[in-house]
């Protein structure tokens, strides 16, 4: 992690106002893109992904297809004009990883053996990044899938945690990020009880590290409210 000498935490406030257990303003809608089977668009304060659905749909090669399941592929992507510094085209190791551990985290919600020899496949762009990409990411993919009809177990919901001043802290922003002793990114499956996504950058006791995953689950009640809240908001209209 970077160090940096700013305080950032005053007071029991962190520089954008919010308190150590707080989530920053989300913003969730669904159906955003008409040509595609599902789509979400999620903000978490600037952090802003899209993401859309493709399938079930016949998985071409043939020499790929599963005989008893679907697959899932999951591609995430940060625009070239989403961070200050204008990133280089094409995916990094950092995206491919992400893209991994995120089709990871998604595939326990799925009923991908009722589509044998099928393919889901899911984009995510990052169109604005300030911190907890990955995990605003998910949230997106999550509700993309529920919108494309995909046979789901339940939503899953992406947030982050960490250390910060000595201070455990929910949903990281940009400079959090960067400048943190540690952070966490959890993805969990309300309905099993299941975390499906959980790393760690940086350096944290077994008492902090169970601390922070308790605080987040417990934050993760309301992404998950918002979540239904996106999808009932245009299925009720």
Do not use: W
């Not at 700013?6 to 008409?34: Q, T």
């Not at 040509?35 to 903000?43: D, Q």
């Not at 995510?124 to 300030?130: G, K, T």
């Not at 990020?177 to 990114?185: E, G, L, R, S």
């Amino acid at each position: 992690m970077m160090k940096t000498d700013e305080k950032l935490i005053i007071k029991g406030k962190r520089i954008d106002g919010r308190k150590p257990e707080d989530v920053r303003k989300m913003k969730m809608e669904v159906g955003v893109i008409p040509n595609a089977e599902g789509s979400a668009l999620v903000s978490f304060g600037k952090t802003t992904a899209l993401a859309s659905v493709y399938g079930p749909r016949p998985l071409h090669p043939r020499h790929l297809q599963e005989s008893d399941t679907g697959l899932l592929r999951y591609k995430y992507d940060m625009a070239t004009f989403s961070v200050d510094e204008r990133k280089r085209p094409g995916p990094s190791r950092r995206e491919i990883e992400i893209s991994k551990v995120s089709r990871e985290a998604l595939e326990p919600a799925l009923f991908l053996k009722k589509f044998p020899r099928t393919v889901v496949d899911v984009f995510v762009e990052i169109l604005q990044a300030d911190g907890s990409t990955r995990v605003t990411a998910i949230n997106a993919a999550s509700l993309a899938l529920a919108d494309a009809g995909v046979p789901m177990r339940d939503l899953v919901v992406g947030l982050s945690g960490g250390m910060l001043d000595g201070k455990i802290v929910i949903d990281l922003m940009g400079k959090e990020d960067n400048y943190c002793d540690a952070d966490i990114p959890i993805a969990y499956l309300p309905s099993k009880k299941e975390i499906t996504l959980l790393q760690m950058d940086g350096r944290l006791t077994p008492e902090e590290t169970k601390k922070i995953v308790r605080d987040v689950l417990h934050a993760s009640k309301k992404v998950y409210e918002k979540q239904v809240e996106a999808l009932k908001k245009k299925y009720s209209e």
